[in-house]
């Protein structure tokens, strides 16, 4: 299976940026992409760089849209298998959200970002309702796919849990920006992340200066061994390829012994039972 990364930043303009995320879909499809992912906010400006003001709803979209819908047709059109990720509405309330798409262009679902954060930069309390979709796994004509939008990942029961639904392939659509976290820490978590769940991850990342911040690119894939195997160029758009042998999981250690030994029973709220000993 092959999949490609597109490392591509947003315009103001939702119509230009829609436009050149499905040419960049045409692309990949023509280089012989099974499975094409964007970043987080794909065709928007990363609207949670600055607080929440005046009617944020109005900025959102429903699931399915008018933007869904395109990147069905194209992936039915190419017979490839998408996820984007929206800024979503649904009612009164607007959420952080990746549709999966498969190569028919059926939308097998909706995947929502359950942790939801606040700091410089990064005001996502005022824009995004917590989740309400738990952690899905799809079957879909590349394999089977989770989905870890960007916070998601910094949380190990969260990957766990997306492990114990035999997923072959995580993907991470994020905006990481310059200098938020150590050099190559990015690429140590999903890397130990692949390792203790025997998957794949594909981290896509936004690309580019914007009002507050510069995202960093930097698009990657590891293995369920913990490597690192492709990684895309910081602070340019690019298209990111990377050939994957999904049997390669069966033989991961996690799948072979970290799974197998679990204590489910032992552990309370996801952490073991602290003993009463001194």
């Not at 942790?115 to 996502?124: C, M, R, S």
């Not at 997306?162 to 050099?183: D, F, K, Y």
């Amino acid at each position: 299976m092959t999949i490609a990364l597109i490392q591509q930043q947003p315009t103001a303009d939702l119509d230009e940026s829609v436009a050149r995320g499905l040419e960049a879909l045409e692309r990949a499809a023509a280089a012989g992409a099974d499975l094409v992912v964007y970043p987080e906010l794909s065709f928007t400006p990363f609207w949670p760089q600055r607080r929440a003001e005046g009617d944020v709803l109005a900025r959102a979209e429903p699931i399915p849209g008018p933007t869904t819908e395109a990147f069905q047709e194209a992936a039915a059109r190419l017979g490839v298998v998408v996820v984007i990720n929206l800024f979503e509405r649904d009612g009164d309330r607007a959420f952080d959200t990746s549709p999966v798409i498969d190569a028919d262009g059926r939308l097998l679902g909706r995947t929502r970002m359950m942790h939801i954060t606040d700091y410089d930069g990064f005001h996502e309390l005022g824009y995004y309702a917590p989740g309400d979709t738990g952690a899905p796994v799809y079957d879909t004509a590349a394999g089977r796919i989770g989905v870890a939008i960007c916070y998601d990942r910094h949380y190990p029961e969260y990957l766990r849990a997306l492990a114990l639904q035999g997923a072959e392939l995580v993907v991470v659509p994020q905006a990481g920006a310059q200098g938020e976290w150590p050099e190559g820490l990015f690429e140590a978590e999903l890397r130990v992340g692949g390792f203790q769940n025997g998957y794949f991850m594909a981290l896509a990342n936004r690309v580019g200066e914007e009002e507050v911040l510069t995202f960093d690119g930097g698009s990657f894939v590891t293995d369920p061994q913990g490597q690192l195997v492709a990684q895309a160029p910081r602070g340019e758009e690019a298209i990111l390829y990377a050939t994957l042998d999904l049997d390669d999981c069966q033989h991961a250690p996690a799948r072979k012994l970290f799974l197998k030994d679990r204590r489910p029973e032992v552990y309370a709220d996801g952490a073991v039972a602290v003993s009463s000993q001194a």
